[in-house]
């Protein structure tokens, strides 16, 4: 089975500091890869599909690049909306294989 | 505008069984593939299984670590969707969400059950 590793677990940042997640898998997704955004209590929304297309309504401060197993999702200017954990996922095309976690919380 | 509530969530003895619903709004369902998502008490996401549409064959995929205890089914003339677990074990203790999948992600995501395993 695959493996989704994200980096790092836990982020300190600031009001309107360039943030980068990274997620890396452990074979091949095929670019089938999407981060959501979970805030405590609440479902998961996602943010960005196939590593780099930007889900309808999503503020353009986020951003998703990489390709085969490497892949970066960057907030360009944080704010206080965006502390949260992300998620990044991968679909093999019969399953889904989420990775840990990153939590984005106030420096 | 898509929305998914589900029910069914409760306090359920180890060995025991429960089924879980989403009632979904808003959607063409009958044509919609289905999946249910789960996330442990401060933990993280985790994929549970899924249902195609019956124009797809109506086939089921689970997780390994519930396949053989989880059954994933669908009503369409009710716009519902199914999760009846069996065998329940405390490690299942999780909120679980259902969620629409659009290609390779879930679009669409309920609020969530509560099943909570405990004797």
């Known amino acids: 089975d695959i493996q989704m590793t994200q980096s790092p677990s836990i982020l300190s940042a600031s009001v309107g500091d360039k943030v980068t997640i990274t997620c890396r898998a452990s074979q091949n997704t095929n670019n089938w890869l999407a981060w959501y955004q979970q805030k405590p209590g609440k479902a998961p929304k996602v943010l960005i599909y196939?590593?780099?297309t930007l889900e309808t309504g999503v503020p353009s401060r986020f951003s998703g690049s990489g390709s085969g197993t490497e892949f970066t999702l960057t907030i360009s200017s944080l704010q206080p909306d965006d502390f949260a954990t992300y998620y990044c996922q991968h679909y093999n095309g019969y399953s889904w294989t989420f990775g840990q976690g990153t939590r984005v919380e106030i420096k | 505008e898509v929305y998914l509530v589900e029910s069914g969530g409760g306090l359920v003895q180890p060995g025991g069984s429960l089924r879980l619903s989403c009632a979904t709004f808003?959607?063409?369902?009958?044509?919609?593939?289905m999946s249910w998502v789960r996330q442990a008490p401060g933990k993280g996401l985790e994929w549970v299984g899924r249902?195609?549409?019956?124009?797809?064959?109506?086939?089921?995929d689970y997780a390994s670590p519930v396949k053989g205890r989880f059954t994933i089914s669908r009503d369409d003339s009710k716009n519902t969707l199914y999760l009846q677990i069996d065998s329940l074990r405390t490690d299942d203790t999780a909120l679980y969400f259902c969620?629409?999948?659009?290609?390779?992600?879930?679009?669409?995501w309920g609020q969530g059950a509560l099943v909570t395993v405990s004797s």
């Open positions: 808003g959607l063409s369902f009958s044509q919609t593939w």
């Open positions: 249902i195609k549409s019956k124009s797809a064959g109506g086939t089921t």
């Open positions: 969620a629409t999948e659009y290609y390779t992600f879930h679009n669409h």
């Open positions: 196939e590593a780099s």
